[in-house]
T-cell receptor, first 113, second 109 residues
Framework: NAGVTQTPKFRVLKTGQSMTLLCAQD?????MYWYRQDPGMGLRLIHY???????AKGEVPDGYNVSRLKKQNFLLGLESAAPSQTSVYFC????????????FGDGTRLSIL | EDKVVQSPLSLVVHEGDTVTLNCSYE??????LLWYKQEKKAPTFLFML????IEKKSGRLSSILDKKELFSILNITATQTGDSAVYLC?????????FGAGTRLTVKP
């Protein structure tokens, strides 16, 4: 049982490049989330989805886009990467309701030079 | 603005000590408070609290919520080196999960 899988695990980008982070879950969860974790700031919600085909903004959505074309996948895109987006990105999912424990992936460490 | 504040930010203890981690919050439409443990990678779920005064317990760990004073504590008794981690507090507010900065606990042998 893989749970929540994030790819890639590490990536280095140059300013202005674009990339997509993939999150896949095999638990049939409805809700999925993207967070970023920076030193001293805890986890901050970027975007989330309450089901296939839906997305919504979280606390820090600027500079990111997301898509949920399939229930099991949640993609996070950076169209034009900036050094301020250097962070560790975590994907999470929860079952039927956001008011449930979230299951997290192992994170993607992204550096933007 | 909604916020979750954890204290202390870091803590160093010796094996066998008892520790208390604090989480205070100010959020609208509170629904639940959750505690997670984060070692090297993914945060893992510890407790979910929705009602005041009801202690949740798992082995040496326990937690309680006070919805009147807007805080929660996480207690760890007889600490072990394997308890070394960052402990995260999060508050769920409809579709918004707001995390605190975490408390880094180091348990020395």
């Amino acid at each position: 049982n893989a749970g929540v899988t994030q790819t890639p695990k590490f990536r280095v980008l140059k300013t202005g490049q674009s990339m997509t982070l993939l999150c896949a879950q095999d638990m049939n969860h409805e809700y999925m989330y993207w967070y970023r974790q920076d030193p001293g700031m805890g986890l901050r919600l970027i975007h989330y989805s309450v089901g296939e085909g839906t997305t919504a903004k979280g606390e820090v959505p600027d500079g990111y886009n997301v898509s949920r074309l399939k229930k099991q996948n949640f993609l996070l895109g950076l169209e034009s990467a900036a050094p301020s987006q250097t962070s560790v990105y975590f994907c999470a999912s929860s079952y039927l309701d956001g008011n449930q424990p979230q299951h997290f992936g192992d994170g993607t460490r992204l550096s933007i030079l | 603005e909604d916020k979750v504040v954890q204290s202390p930010l870091s803590l160093v203890v010796h094996e066998g000590d008892t520790v208390t981690l604090n989480c205070s919050y100010e959020v609208t439409n509170f629904r639940s408070l959750l505690w997670y443990k984060q070692e090297k990678k993914a945060p893992t779920f510890l407790f979910m609290l929705t009602s005041s005064g009801i202690e949740k317990k798992s082995g040496r760990l326990s937690s309680i919520l006070d919805k009147k004073e807007l805080f929660s504590i996480l207690n760890i008794t007889a600490t072990q080196t394997g308890d070394s981690a960052v402990y995260l507090c999060a508050v769920y507010n409809n579709n918004d999960m707001r995390f605190g900065a975490g408390t880094r606990l180091t348990v020395k042998p």
